[in-house]
């Protein structure tokens, strides 16, 4: 998809399907929507149409990250089979895609199913781990953890899925596990997450943490390019005193 958000993401109807696909993929993105409903089908869609930040957005379906994608020639055979494994979607939902070609299988790898909150707004629906490598770092959506769309100039660029509430916690605001939808990491989830500082230092109660941004492909676990720690340059002090935890800027 674009380098970087300066229009709507457009996906453009592929064949005679409900499947759409992003008009200006970028090298290795295997992204298709899935659009529910079959009839009246479009031509093409604006991501912002298949999103509603309240109640059910116009075309609700699936986002489906694939390790491949089908060929043409399997495209409408593709669609009948994941129809089949998928249940009817509340408001847009995720799902990370196996399709082996030799045999024309399909399989969810990761299904993030999607509810309304009790504000009319997205969530997700049920714990939902996303099935990584083993000793691959855990990623877990918590049930009722809310979905924002992340905008770029007026325009959705990507998802923010936030912490469950949590009686006695301050809100999460926007942070998250982000899914990029435009860039060279389409299909990726990426965090912020804190690693032990190279400078060692550690007191009792206290220790220096680096912040670090997290890539990971569930799809293609093994490619350098798309699983990595990225350094910010920022430290952190994390704190304890007694059973509370505190995380301050270091200086």
């Not at 993105?29 to 009246?40: A, G, I, V």
């Not at 043409?72 to 196996?98: D, M, N, Y």
């Not at 670090?212 to 340059?233: A, M, Q, Y």
Request: glycine residues 8%; charged residues 20%; contains cysteine.
């Amino acid at each position: 998809m674009k380098t970087k958000s300066t229009d709507s993401v457009v996906l453009e109807r592929v064949q005679s399907t409900s499947l759409f696909q992003p008009r200006d993929p970028g090298p290795g993105e295997n992204l298709l929507f899935l659009r529910w409903d079959r009839t009246n089908v479009p031509a093409s869609l604006p991501l912002e149409k298949t999103w509603a930040n309240t109640g059910t957005p116009t075309d609700a379906g699936y986002f489906l990250f694939l390790n491949i994608l089908p060929p043409s020639g399997e495209v409408a055979s593709f669609e009948t089979e994941i129809i089949k494994i998928l249940p009817a979607p509340t408001t847009s939902a995720f799902a990370w895609v196996s399709y082996v070609l030799k045999n024309k299988l399909t399989s969810i790898q990761t299904l993030l199913k999607t509810k309304l909150n009790d504000d009319d707004e997205p969530s997700v629906e049920g714990n939902t781990e996303l099935v990584l490598l083993p000793g691959q770092k855990r990623v877990v959506f918590g049930d009722g953890s809310s979905i924002l769309a992340n905008l770029a100039d007026g325009f959705i660029d990507g998802f923010v899925i936030t912490y469950p509430p949590i009686t006695g916690t301050q809100s999460s605001g926007t942070l998250g596990v982000t899914l990029p939808f435009v860039g060279s990491l389409v299909g990726c989830v990426l965090f912020p997450g804190l690693i032990n500082s190279l400078s060692g230092r550690r007191e009792a109660e206290s220790a220096r943490k680096t912040l670090v941004t997290v890539s990971i492909d569930p799809l293609h676990p093994l490619d350098p390019k798309r699983n990595f720690e990225e350094f910010t340059g920022e430290d952190f002090i994390l704190s304890q005193d007694g059973e509370t935890f505190t995380i301050s800027r270091a200086n």
